[in-house]
């Protein structure tokens, strides 16, 4: 069965692209900010329902950016690697009824090769995907997110990072919660295609910064609100403050180690990170990424 992809290619393609421009994706704005890369890759899928389908899926990447420059990372520090999967449409892959639901107990793991000066790694994504009602009468795509384990790139140089193969659990409900089952699809892109999400540059420098916030995580959350904690040491000069980031917005500083952000958007999949600001002004490198899902209202 092939399906016909042209108007959701244009749509998704117009969407990633001011996704990209506002800086809502993986990224942050400001001066913890991560570079936003995008790919877009065909793939053919062989799903459990038995057909197999074309999907095409746009892999979008927030690239670390703590070096000298964007795309880098000192070779001393963690890389952190955030990346989103949006697949334009479900029909192929889903036997929708009349409106189903997905949410986080669906998932997706993204495969990636990593290719350096010390040679070639293979990682894995744990996706989660984004809350969506999925309507039979029209396309719907679907956005998953998530990050890469933590990468050590201690040679200096320049790593490449390739997307691979997809592989998605989704578990459909009906709108009153009732269970569809489970559908797996295992997906893999034409070898020929170009599959190059982004490169970072390791380098050699030892930055003289504040030391950026550990164990960020979900104290609770509402519809509207999420409170949020981590841990944070202090360096030679007094911490000022804490920066959140919300999907790459500022959403303030504030003076513990703990804050509350309100005026969020309710079901929906949302990726915070901490900076440490102290009183000379200096920033941190951005905390690893945490995803969040906010209740629906």
Not at 171 to 194: E, W, Y
Request: proline content about 7%.
């Amino acid at each position: 069965m092939r399906a016909k992809w042209k108007p959701y290619r244009v749509a998704t393609l117009s969407l990633v692209s001011a996704l990209v421009a506002a800086g809502a994706l993986a990224g942050a704005a400001g001066p913890a900010s991560a570079a936003t890369t995008a790919v877009r890759l065909d793939y053919t899928c062989t799903t459990s329902l038995g057909p197999t389908v074309e999907v095409t899926a746009w892999a979008v990447g927030g690239l670390p950016d703590d070096g000298a420059g964007p795309n880098s990372v000192s070779r001393h520090q963690p890389a952190f690697i955030d990346v989103d999967v949006y697949l334009m449409e479900l029909r192929p892959v889903l036997e929708l009824a009349d409106e189903v639901r997905l949410d986080g107990d669906s998932t997706a793991t993204l495969g990636a090769r990593i290719t350096g000066p010390d040679g070639t790694r293979t990682v894995e994504a744990a996706l989660t995907v984004a809350p969506a009602w999925v309507r039979k009468s029209q396309g719907a795509s679907l956005r998953t997110g998530g990050a890469f384990p933590v990468q050590y790139l201690s040679q200096e140089g320049h790593y490449d990072l390739h997307v691979d193969g997809l592989e998605l659990t989704l578990r459909p409900k009906r709108a009153d919660g009732t269970s569809l089952g489970t559908v797996t699809a295992s997906c893999s892109h034409d070898p020929a295609q170009n599959d190059l999400l982004g490169t970072v540059w390791s380098q050699g420098l030892v930055s003289d910064r504040p030391l950026r916030p550990t164990g960020l995580h979900v104290v609770s959350t509402t519809p509207t609100s999420v409170t949020l904690a981590w841990e944070a040491n202090s360096w030679w000069f007094p911490t000022a403050g804490y920066d959140v980031y919300i999907d790459g917005g500022n959403f303030g500083r504030f003076p513990g180690k703990q804050a509350t952000l309100t005026g969020l958007t309710p079901d929906r999949l949302q990726r915070a990170k901490v900076v440490t600001v102290d009183v000379t002004g200096s920033q941190s490198t951005k905390s690893e990424s945490l995803l969040f899902t906010t209740p629906p209202a």
